[in-house]
């Protein structure tokens, strides 16, 4: 896989059927080894060991109805009260990440009323900060503290 901006980290792999297969520390389990997924173990691993939030506020492709239209987002990290905190959107290394993107993002956000929104592509990370009362947005440099 490619180098991605974000410490390095070792993973569990396992081979089966001529596929490998990364283990998830968030649902515990092995899941397909896909540049994206990559992108998605590098980000959990890095906001877990170096962010610091808890494994246990974190969830990863769960289902949401936008319009009547199923969806998945990738990862949303909860806050202690159990609301949304942070959206993530996580892609492969070579697709860009560009106002379909954020428009996707915001679409999922949307419903789930995150105050934080992140794309990453794992070689480029965007954070912001939204304002829902404004409807505007705010970049940030970093991933906020935990909350």
Sequence with gaps: MQKLNFPEYTFQYKNKENKTYIFDIIRKK???LTPEEFVRQNFI???VYEKKYSSELIAIEKQLIINQ???RFDVVIFDSQLKPYILVECKAPEVSINQNTFDQANQYNWVLKAPYLVLTNGLRHYICKIDFDQNKYEFLKDIPTKK
């Design 30 to 32: 092995y899941v397909l």
């Design 45 to 47: 691993h890095y906001i």
């Design 69 to 71: 239209n199923k969806r």
